[in-house]
Each structure stands twice: as structure tokens, then as C-alpha cells.
């Protein structure tokens, strides 16, 4: 399979994923329209204006109130009950809430309305954990992120026609809202009865309806993995950045823009399109795997972008606040603009891996109840981000561009925490960098290597970026074996070391670390991981494949596992090859090269020689290194 296979949109009309993000698009649709009408509601027919914030207040809470309460409930149940079922039952419950609510708007009840949003709430928290573990049922590895791009992207989208839609449909009477409202559930219904089958991950659970108990057992399950409680922390921080500039885009536009609600709207929409262009990119730029190396990218830009917005000031006052054509004919509006599209791309950049490090890393018996602790601390950063907000803005008396400097420093902050604790995020960031700096890199038939298990890779030697582009292809970690010269570069020794490099020398140099690398392979391969070596035991000097050394037969006999060939061409001639000279001294001939890495079928350890392997090899690089 090739990078330009199977693009994303392909999934929106693929029966096991199309009615899903339908589904879950319609859901969110509803959800928006429902909020902003009952917000506007409450904005402009509250009975006496100091009433106005406490209602707002109230309504905010009642909204998150049952991620809180229930998502430790929600998460069992979606790990012991078929899924697609499931989604059908919730949607049900919409239809219901909805008609309630239909009731409600066109009554005029205030208090039923604010009791149907914590329905809602309730609703919604038992979805999250259904939506984003039935993927993992039905997308293959190759899939995985850009089913998450897609369904990000569909999300923004659905919150911002929502709340445009909630805005428009009640100012010309509410019997529309509540039509649309209940057209959508059953819209969204329909939807869900194509949803494929998605078996019970944990039918025999147990569970337990103490929902405090379950909440401090739940979090307790994301902690499992390091790598996914912070992905799942990464996430609602960006929930707490995005809460912030949303919540505050209205009085920002109003105070600091001096500008109307048509201009709240566009700020909004600018951040929206950001996200969901970003979720997009993210899935082009991580060739069809999960790819965390661009974590790292989306915080730098969230930061880099986010304090230029914090210093782009406040545009003049005019004698009427701006409209919108009139925002944007003003002197500093663009970049405005410019700053939120990108905070929404990087993102996009952000999120997505990490939602695809969740749903790949957890353990299918528990990973509706890790996405539940997902909602329950996403659902806490929000409410952090809501206290930040009326502290700074409030008792402070601090303005909002400085709120957003400040979330902004924290989010470094944050960053570097994280990145120093899982160093595994920059290594792969480095790797990626490097890679797509120098190469442009077309990838075959990775699928040929086993999605779990022990593995071994062998491959020609032909630069010393050969382990940064087999990694960067990858959609597993690769234990690399290589020379202990090449393992000592600086900066790549970072790579290496995070990245569980095994060094290796000849015997005759040093015995005790060529005993020491052989004792390291089999432990790796007894772990389930996969292992590549450089069977002809160092650099190519003439572009050709030299003779593979016994090594890799001493072990296969010592641990046997599948030996999968491949083949590295495009690199010979490249500044890291010893073509025309040493490598690394030469002047640099060339950049952005094009590199084709070939995956082969695996070879039953049983029949793996050095000798046959070579063959393979020199069979799928041809005649071109």
C-alpha cells in the first residue's frame, strides 16, 4: 500500500464508518443548536438582567455536571455491551430529550429547559465513550488516524453550524428551534440503525453502579500506561485552551475589537475551520499512522500563534462598533484572524495523535473506561479554564489578551513537563523533522509487518539515516541494532537512546557489548517487539548490498520469530552515504531526495538464512540503491 492510498473522505462512504460520523455528527449539531438557543434564551428574556450571568452560569454547569457524575458508569457499559446497540439506545434517549425540550422552548420554561440540558449533558457523557473506542472495531491500523481526523474535523463543523443555526432559528420563532431540534435526533437515529456490529469488549463485567468509586477506578485504569494518561491529560489541556479562547471570543470581540456579534461569529468560525483543516493535515502529514511526532509541532505552534494573538492589541474604537465588513477593513483584523486559523491547525495537529495514542495503547478489555476517564478530566480542565476566566477577569480585573499570554506561558510550560517525561514525543518529533527535511519518502506494503507480536527486520545499509526513515515508516516501535559508532552521533544519540536503540560492535573489538547486544535482541523479541538489523554489518561504499553476516541466523535460532526483508533505495549519493567520499564531511550534493522504502513477505524463522535473506533483499531494492 502506498502513502496515497486510501484517503480519508474514502471513509465517508465506507458502511463501517459513514453512518458512524453521522451519527456522532448529528448528535454534536443537535447539541449546539440546543445550548445557543437556550444561551440566547436566557441572555435576552431573563426576567430581571441580573439574573442574566447566574442563569448562563448555571446552564454552563448543568452541561458538564454529568461527565462528572456518570462517565465512570458510561465507560463500563460501553466496554460490556455491543456498541452499535448501544449508539442506537442513546439516540433514542435523544429523540426523547429533544421532543421534551421542543415542549419546553415553545412553553417558554426556563427551568425545564435547564433540567433537559443536564439530560443532554447526561446523554452526551454516555456517548463519548462508545464513539471513540467502536473505531478501533472498525478501522484498521491504517485508518485509525484518519477516522480521528475526520471525526475532530465533523465535530467543529457540527458546533459551529449548530450555533450559528441556534442563533438564527430563534430569532425568527421558536417553534423552528424546536422542529430542528428533534428533526436532528431522529435524523441522527436513522443514522445509527446502519452502524456495522462492534461486539462487547468485556461482556462478563461486573459493573458497578457506585459512580464515585467507579470514577476513582476509572482514572485509575488510564494510569496504567504512562504514554496514555498523558496523551489523555494532553487532551484536556487542550479542552482547557480551547474553552478559554471560545468562552472569551464574545467579550473579546466586544471589549478589546470593539466590534458586533457577526464578528464573534467569524472569530469563532476562523477557530473552527483551524481544527478541522488541521485534524485534515494531520492525517496527510502522519502517512496513515499514528504519529505522535507531531504533538511536539502542534504545541509550538499553539504557542508561537498564541502569543501573537495575546500581543496583536485592541483595534481603534469607531463611533459604532464595527460591523463585519467594517472589522474587516480595519488595520490589524487580518492577522487576528490569521492567528486563530492557526491555533485551530496546530491544533488539529495536537489532538489528533493523541486521540489515536488513547484508542491504540489501551487495552481493548478496558479502553471505553480509559476514554472515560478521558471526559471525566476533560470535563475538570474546562471548569479550570471557566475559574481561570472569572478570576483574571473578575476580582483580578486583568484584561483578556492578557489571559490568553497567560494560558499560552502555561502551555509551554505544560509542554516542556510532558515532553521531559515522555521523551519518546521529541524523539519522534525529531525523527519526522529530519526525515521530511531531506527526503520525500514513498513507502510499500508496510502492512506485511505484523500488527502485534515479534518481528524481524532486515534491511541493506546504505546511510546513517537508514533507522530514522525505517522508523519514521513504521507503525510500530522498532528496536534498531546498530553500530555503536553510528549510535554515539550527537543529536541521533538522543534519537537512539529514547528510541531503545541496541548498540552493537564486532566481537574482536569488544566482546562484552557484542554479547550484551545479543542478549538485549532476545529480550525485546520475548516482549512481543519488533527488531531491525543491518545484516551486512555496516555502511555500503559502492551502493551495492554487501554480504549479510550469520548474525541474524545466530538470532533467529536463539528466538525465533518472523524475519521480514526490506529494502532501502533512494539514499546512495545522499550527504549520510559514503558515495564520493566519507559521509557527514562531504559537501551536501543534493536535498529532498525521494526514497523508496519495500516491505516483503515474512520468512518463517524456520527457513531464515543470511544467504536467502540477501537474496530477498537484492530482489526488492532492484537495480537502483
Known sequence: MTQHENAPSSLLKAPRFAPFFWTQFAGAFNDNIFKNVLMLLLAFRAAQPGQTDILMNLAAGLFILPFFLFSSLAGQIADKYEKGHLIRMIKVAEIGIMCAGAAALLLGSTASLLALLFLMGTQSAFFGPVKYSIMPQHLDATEIVGGNALVEMGTFVAILAGTIAGGLLIQVHSVYAALAVIATAVAGWLASRKIPEAPAASPDLA?????????????GYAKKEKTVFLSVLGISWFWFLGACYVTQ???????????????????????????????????????????????????LGLSLF????????????????????????????????????????????YIVPL?????TRSDESH????????????????????????????????????????????????????????????????????THLFYRIHHEHLDKIPAEGPAVIVCNHVSYMDALIIGSCCRRPVRF???KGIFGIPVLNFIFRTGKTIPITAKRKDPEVYEAAFQRIAEELEDGQVVCIFPEGKLTRDGEIDTFKNGIEKIIRRTPAPVIPTA?????????????GTALVKRPRRLYSKIHYTVGDAVAPEHATAEGLHSLVLNLRGDHA
Open 367 to 434: 479502553r471505553s473506561r480509559v476514554i472515560a476517564a478521558n471526559n471525566i478530566l476533560n470535563a475538570l480542565f474546562m471548569v479550570g479554564a471557566a475559574l481561570l476566566g472569572g478570576v483574571f477577569l473578575g476580582p483580578m480585573g486583568l484584561s483578556i489578551p492578557t489571559l490568553f499570554l497567560t494560558i499560552t506561558l502555561m502551555n509551554i510550560a505544560v509542554a516542556v513537563y510532558i515532553y521531559t517525561l515522555v521523551p519518546e514525543f521529541t524523539m519522534r518529533c525529531l525523527v519526522w523533522v529530519i
Open 207 to 219: 459493573v458497578n453502579w457506585n459512580i464515585f468509586s467507579q470514577t476513582v477506578r476509572t482514572l
Open 355 to 359: 486521540f489515536a495514542i488513547v484508542q
Open 568 to 580: 532501502l533505495k533512494g539514499l546512495w549519493g545522499s550527504f549520510f552515504s559514503h558515495k564520493d
Open 306 to 349: 498564541g502569543i501573537h494573538l495575546a500581543a496583536a492589541g485592541s483595534l481603534p474604537v469607531p463611533e459604532v462598533p464595527h460591523s463585519l465588513m467594517g472589522f474587516l477593513a480595519a488595520k490589524g483584523s487580518l492577522p487576528i484572524l490569521f492567528d486563530l486559523v492557526l491555533i485551530g491547525i496546530f491544533g488539529g495537529l
Open 249 to 299: 471570543i464574545p467579550a473579546y470581540t466586544k471589549n478589546v475589537l470593539h466590534s458586533t456579534e457577526g464578528v464573534a461569529t467569524l472569530l469563532l468560525a476562523m477557530f473552527s475551520i483551524g481544527i478541522g483543516a488541521g485534524s485534515m493535515l494531520c492525517e496527510y502529514l502522519s502517512g496513515k499512522k499514528v504519529e505522535y511526532g507531531l504533538v511536539p509541532i502542534g504545541s
Open 481 to 483: 541494532v546498530m553500530d
